[in-house]
């Protein structure tokens, strides 16, 4: 099997490796960037360094654009326009709604690995980058099944679990359990800023965990939200539903209003993680 | 020396543990629960058991009142009742204003180390749990100094790092760094829970992170927001201000101002933990 990757950071050359190394495929890149271009090679990521986007393309059965989310429309329309017309071409982007209606043709199927949110570039790329990791696809009524079937399988190798979502359906959940979390942990980061008495030793583990994530790449995390905007407004609007109804039983002092809310968290916590059995502990 | 510690969890079993063997105080210890008691005795948190409250704290050069916060008051005011007028009398409740102004004789000193919240009980009590941790101490202008300062060599015995704070100004800095990244996590593990598309492998490490406290222990919790009521409420005005803005970016589309506030955040995160060189990692 012949796969392009197009944009060779963290998940583009984890995916060159994974193919290369446990998918038997070869596996040509295309970078923008020469030097990242040059590197992906030498850590074997990719067997051939394409000069440019449509040569790297040309004769791929599979496709996977990672490119960031702000650039991701044009590159993949860019892709369909040189790929062959047997390839599936998918992407790797946190949101999926806006991209499923893009129009573009029947060959491409969104995509988007849960995995590598913590460091950035293709020297952090790993084979097993994808080992348990839930993969989000969203096949539209028109994709052929044998392209579907193709990209699950190759997935499959990769070591992912691919499954089946609808594209808002993703972008809703999205903003609740990845965008959400980004917006408090900036929320409480500026909050505590702009406490003087904030000193050394006055932040334990449960402000660190909360935060972890503050001011994440802030490039990259502009254009997600403003890329998920209406299920992320939505998210939004439901939280300040709910700090409003805190608020209001924290002012009357009521407790037992309270302990039912702080109950209710500890049981869906409970019920989420029960529910969980993926990638990470 | 000779320590009474009064509740013997996790806070009040290290204490004493750590006393015995950092200190080589003699420690007195009671607990309204017979078992626990017997416990801490068996695990070397205490020398002696005591039948009931005075008689536990009256020889004490220095008590220790770890109580849950709710009973807090009441607790401390019978220790007062029953202990030498030369004991030192401290706390270990997370919130200090409300006590520092509820009249207590000069022999009260509030206390607030910052240590073990993730556990609790008698059973996971560990001597170095005070280890580098900052301990917070509200000492007011009537308190005698050498009050003041036989607590303070107690703790940096104890393996703490004493801090002088003012207790509002103490309220205010744990409702943000503290008490807000719980409300947060509540609100994030709920939202999540009502998506019917969240399943296995569809929570990773941001989420994880970002309700690690969520409806931890709901009533300790609930009684320590009602006990900082002033300033949560004010912390919770700030994040809903704070919200309300970031929503005001998104939804007109306004991307020099969402990376504006996600450097932000990214800059006040990296400055509070640049200030850092506390307790964990």
């Known amino acids: 099997v012949r796969v392009a990757v197009v944009g060779l950071g963290l998940i583009g050359g984890s995916i060159g490796l994974a ?19 040059a590197r992906a090679r030498e850590l074997g990521a990719i067997d051939e360094p394409a000069t440019d986007l449509a040569a790297g393309v040309g004769d791929a059965d599979a496709v996977f654009v990672a490119a960031p989310v702000g650039a991701l429309a044009r590159t993949i329309a860019d892709v ?23 129009g573009f043709d029947r060959r491409f ?7 590598g949110a913590e460091t950035a570039g293709i020297e952090h790329a790993r084979e097993d980058l994808f080992e ?38 993703h972008d809703r959940m999205m903003a609740r359990v990845s965008h959400l979390p980004h917006v408090f942990a900036n929320l409480l980061a500026s909050q505590a800023a702009r406490v003087p008495e904030v000193s050394a030793g006055s932040l334990g583990p449960s402000f660190r965990d909360a935060t972890r994530v503050a001011g994440a790449n802030t490039k990259i995390w502009t254009d997600i939200f403003l890329s998920n905007r209406e299920a992320l407004l939505a998210a939004i609007d439901e939280s300040a539903e709910a700090l409003a109804s805190v608020r209001s039983a924290l ?16 049981e869906d916590r409970a019920r989420l993680l029960r529910e969980d059995s993926g990638n990470d502990s």
């Open 19 to 37: 193919a290369r190394r446990r998918a038997a495929a070869y596996v040509c890149g295309y970078d923008p960037d020469a030097a990242v271009l």
């Open 80 to 102: 369909l326009e040189a790929a062959p017309a047997r390839s599936v071409v998918s992407d790797v982007g946190s949101t999926k709604f806006a991209l499923a209606t893009s």
């Open 109 to 115: 199927i969104g995509g988007h690995p849960l995995a």
């Open 132 to 169: 348990g990791a839930t993969w989000y696809l969203t096949p539209g009524a028109q994709t052929p099944r044998a392209l579907a079937l193709r990209l699950q399988s190759l997935l499959v190798e990769l070591g992912a679990r691919p499954a089946e979502i609808e594209p808002g359906a």
């Open 251 to 266: 002012s009357g002092g009521d407790r037992p209003a309270l302990a039912a809310w702080h109950q209710q968290a500890h």
